[in-house]
C-alpha cells in the first residue's frame, strides 16, 4: 500500500511537471532558435528534400540531437504565430497609449490603428500596421510613434515594419518601411521636435500623397 501511495504521488508529480512545461510560455529566444533553423531549411540545397532528411542533416551540422532539433522546429511551427500575434497586441496597446507633443498640438493615434500583424513564417520577421491619419502635416510624427512602439514591444522578433496610413476616404496617404535597429533609435519624447528633420531619414521607401 505504500509503494502504491508513493508510486501514485510520483505520477502526479511528473503530470504537473509535463504540464508546467506544456504551457510554458514560448520566448523570444526560443523564437530565435527556430528563426534559426528555418533560416537553414530554406538554404537551396534542400529544395525538394523531405523534411525529416533536412532536419537531420541540419542537426549534423549545428552538432545537436536530432530529437532536440526537431522539437524546436515543431514547437516553433506552432508557437511562433501566438507569439506574434500577443505582440502585435502589446504594440497595438503602446501605440494608443503614447502621445506626441509639438510646440502647438499634442498627437494621439488612440483608436486609429485599423491593422497590425506581424508575420513570423519566415526568418525574416515584419510588423505589418495600418491607421487612420490624422493632419497630413503629422504623418512622419505618428509614423516615428509607430516605429517607437515596435522597438519596445517587438524587439528580437520583428525585423522590418511596413507602414501604412490611410485618408477617411481609405486612400493611402503615406507608406514607408524602417528597420527594427532604426526604429529603436527613436525617442518619444524627441518626436515632436525630431520627426521631420530627423527621424524621417530612418525611413525607407517613403511615399507622401501628393509628393
Request: hydrophobic residues 45%; without cysteine; aromatic residues 6%.
Amino acid at each position: 500500500m505504500v509503494r502504491e501511495t508513493i508510486g501514485f504521488v510520483v505520477w502526479i508529480a511528473l503530470a504537473q511537471v509535463g504540464a508546467a512545461t506544456d504551457s510554458q510560455e514560448y520566448t523570444i529566444k526560443e523564437f530565435g532558435e527556430y528563426r534559426a533553423i528555418l533560416k537553414m531549411v530554406g538554404e537551396k540545397k534542400y529544395e525538394g528534400k523531405p523534411d525529416d532528411a533536412v532536419l537531420a542533416d541540419i542537426a549534423k551540422r549545428r552538432k545537436e540531437p536530432e530529437e532536440k532539433l526537431r522539437a524546436t522546429f515543431e514547437r516553433g511551427k506552432s508557437e511562433a504565430p501566438k507569439l506574434a500575434s500577443k505582440t502585435a497586441a502589446h504594440v497595438r496597446e503602446l501605440v494608443a497609449s503614447l502621445k506626441v507633443e509639438t510646440p502647438t498640438h499634442v498627437i494621439l493615434l488612440v483608436n486609429r490603428v485599423e491593422q497590425i500583424e506581424i508575420v513570423a513564417t519566415n526568418p525574416h520577421v515584419v510588423g505589418y500596421i495600418r491607421w487612420k491619419a490624422g493632419d497630413s502635416a503629422d504623418l512622419e510624427e505618428e509614423a516615428s510613434l509607430i516605429a517607437h512602439a515596435f522597438a519596445k514591444k517587438a524587439d528580437g522578433l520583428v525585423d522590418t515594419i511596413s507602414l501604412g496610413a490611410i485618408d477617411s476616404a481609405n486612400q493611402t496617404v503615406f507608406q514607408a518601411k524602417v528597420s527594427l535597429p532604426s526604429a529603436k533609435r527613436i525617442q518619444v519624447d524627441r518626436i515632436g521636435a525630431w520627426a521631420d528633420s530627423r527621424y524621417v531619414r530612418l525611413f525607407e521607401d517613403v511615399k507622401l500623397a501628393g509628393k
